[in-house]
């Protein structure tokens, strides 16, 4: 049968390389152009497209972007209340006795076990109690911690299986 009378288009004669010369195999869905060229292509236009646009609203003088006028309109009444600047003082750092000395943010020093108070660095474990502890005292019984891990427990359990009643039926 002739492929005209069918419909059908007839099958390509072999793999066909991508137009750009890249070494890849193209197709025809893909203009004759590898996926890669072909995914660079279109976002080429598309930028040049969103370029194109974008400067002919700054040449119109409108700011909207997507070149849509909104059709409502309404007055809006806008009130702008001003502030003045404050200017502030800084505090010199030598304070003498009577004055306030003004705490400043302390150095993050390095990081230390609060039972032994030895560095651990970046390996130290937080405790649900709050306390950062060395890999020696970082079980609850190792360093006497206050946090109840048995309420805890049942507070969990309570969230998670919440009581289920059924309904009383109406005896016959």
């Known amino acids: 049968m002739d492929h005209d009378q069918t419909g059908c288009e007839a099958p390509p004669e072999g793999p066909m390389l991508c137009i750009n010369n890249c070494g890849f195999f193209g ?17 080429k236009q598309e930028q040049a497209t969103l370029a194109a646009s974008s400067i002919g609203n ?33 505090q010199p750092l030598v304070a003498s006795g009577s ?29 649900r109690c709050g306390n950062l502890f060395c890999a020696a005292h970082r079980y609850s019984d190792k360093h006497n911690c206050p946090f109840d891990y048995r309420t805890a427990g049942r507070d969990a359990i309570a969230k998670a299986n919440p009581v289920v009643k059924a309904e009383k039926l109406d005896k016959i």
Not at 27 to 43: E, R, V, Y
Not at 68 to 75: G, K, V
Request: charged share 20%; glycine share 6%; proline share 5%.
């Open 27 to 43: 197709s025809a869905a893909t203009m004759n152009m590898c996926s890669k060229c072909h995914k660079d292509m279109m976002l």
């Open 58 to 90: 700054i040449m119109n003088g409108s700011s909207s972007s997507s070149g849509i006028e909104p059709a409502i309109t309404a007055d809006v009444d806008i009130s702008v209340n001003s502030m003045e600047p404050n200017t502030i003082s800084a």
């Open 99 to 127: 004055e306030e000395i003004v705490e400043m943010k302390p150095k993050d020093g390095p990081k230390r076990c609060s039972n032994c108070n030895k560095r651990v660095g970046l390996t130290g474990f937080n405790c």
